[in-house]
């Protein structure tokens, strides 16, 4: 088996885990579990607690310790038994627990899966640039394949989603050993705990234009996994209006168009930078976001079903044009000496501290608008479309930025 096809298979099933359960948890643990708003936005922030040390942490050990294709294995396979011991546990604190120690064990394996496929591509000659990209794809790919699978074999709303994703996890940790190796890096060449966590990439808060940037990360970092969090026990709540509807039976299947637009929008992202500059595009993703809730609110799996399904397909451009784009213009206006640490400081922003309070936040929105256990999605979606809108007004009036079309490099 070449290289590239065992990287595929790597990157394939890192995101397998993940998609086995990330959309439909939540509305297990409503639905079937009869957990709050406010329980489910908990467990799910359990991602962006992790996220803010956790990644440092598993780095520095792989970078001066351990091989990280060992670091790798062993983390994935520890989140895969928690994960099924997750699928035993029916009570809030014991799962939020275990949840918490699957976070601190997963997220890390985000980057460690990257560092593993990077270091193999260039020991072997290839232009990591041209080669990754249609490698990672694959992830995506498997990340759609699991929802696929957990929806068709009817298990959005049971605990066989979590062995699904648990035994592809153990998989994929055995897997990991097999892949080349990533020794440990001379001390001199290994990143230091400030470093990795993005610490000293606080000297940019003192731009003025850097420091906006950040903080309106973090406040839209807050609407990136309220769908995810909460898109499956709304279609569930429709199951007696619409109890064949498409959206009803394969919630799974609708809700992944989202990561298959994903995918394309993508590919437009040097274009739309190029043309009109970050402050444009991250623009544009906010009021993406404010369409996708607003289509949420007013759409349903019947006769709205289309108004649902386009709100999928803005998904892709409300994530991306953020995600990446932002991504993309950290690398571009920070010192290559603290490059690293400032794409580690826009994780912490993001999937760190926006992700931790939007969970938080967006259950007690869920259970505000709940009354006898009945939940007023209208009310709820359109509270986030406003959130979003608020951000979409404030963000071009403080963000000073002008665009020069040459700066931008396809």
Known sequence: MGLKT????????????????????????????NFTGVQ?????????VASLFMPAIMGIISDRFFNAERVLGVCHIFAALLLLAASKITDYPTLYIIML??????????????TVSYNALERKGFNIVKSFPPIRVWGTIGFIAAMWIVDF????????????AGGAGILLGLYAFTMP?????????ARSLANSVGLDAFVLFRNKKMAVFFTVSMF?????????????AFLDDFKTMYPHSFGVQHPNLLLSISQISETLFILTIPFFLQKFGIKKVMLLSIFAW??????????NPGNGLYLLVFSMIVYGMAFDFFNISGSLFVERESDPKIRASAQGLFMIMTNGLGAFFGGILSGWVVDYFTTNGVRDWQSIWFSFSGYALVLAVIFPIIFKYKHIKEDIVE
């Open 6 to 33: 065992r990287l595929i298979a790597m990157n394939f099933l890192q995101f397998f885990v993940w998609g086995a359960w990330l959309i439909s948890l939540g509305g297990y643990m409503i639905v079937t579990l």
């Open 40 to 48: 489910v936005g908990s467990i799910f922030s359990t991602m962006g």
């Open 181 to 189: 190796k990533r020794p440990p890096l001379k001390i001199r060449d």
């Open 153 to 164: 074999l009817g298990w959005t709303k049971n605990a066989n989603q979590l062995y699904v």
């Open 101 to 114: 120690f699957n976070s601190m064990l997963y997220m890390p394996t985000i980057a460690l899966a990257n």
């Open 220 to 232: 839209l970092g807050a609407a990136l996994q309220i769908t995810n969090l909460f898109g499956g």
């Open 290 to 299: 404010v369409l996708r809730f607003s289509l949420f609110g007013i759409g």
